[in-house]
């Protein structure tokens, strides 16, 4: 997992990462629609939502085993849980054809708090579960990169 700041992007951050964030700044606006934007086909793409937080116990955890998420919120603030690994297997595993399988938590969750402008970056098979509430529930409107590794 990498986090950081849009506006503030490290040397260090990978160049690829970069690429895509730099290409979200530049492209996307309050106009840009819901639903998923083609960058290079199915090799990077990226999904624009806006979704209710929920408290934290109401939200499931996910992974994913081909794609890599760079999560950047738009507006609004959202609590981000995240694991190494998952608590058991999956309730749902939705791999082969939507590379997404959810399961109840991971292993020992931190969870970060994301405003506008942050960014966190999950690789294959870390735990991420996305969208908690950071005190009441509210909208949280966000870019999802999505980039084949």
């Known amino acids: 997992m990498i986090t950081g700041n849009i506006h503030n992007l490290q040397s260090w951050l990978p160049e690829e990462l970069r690429q895509a ?3 979200i700044k530049a492209n996307v606006t309050d106009a840009t629609e819901k639903g998923k934007h ?7 793409f990226y999904l624009i939502s806006e979704d209710m ?18 999560q950047i919120v738009l507006k609004g603030q959202e609590g981000m ?3 190494t690994q998952p608590a058991g297997a999956p309730e ?3 791999l082969a054809d939507k590379d997404i399988a959810f399961l109840p938590e991971g292993i020992e969750e931190k969870t970060v708090v994301l405003n ?19 005190g009441t ?3 949280v409107r966000k870019a999802v990169v999505k980039m084949l590794v």
């Open 81 to 83: 849980t995240f694991s």
């Open 53 to 70: 937080t929920e408290p934290f116990e109401k939200r499931r955890a996910e992974f994913h085993a081909r794609y890599l998420d760079i």
């Open 116 to 134: 506008e402008g942050d960014f966190v970056v999950f690789y294959p098979g870390e735990v991420h579960k996305p969208l908690c509430a950071v």
């Open 137 to 139: 529930p509210a909208t």
């Open 92 to 94: 749902t595993d939705w």
């Open 38 to 44: 083609d960058i290079d086909g199915n090799r990077l």
């Open 21 to 23: 964030i730099e290409y």
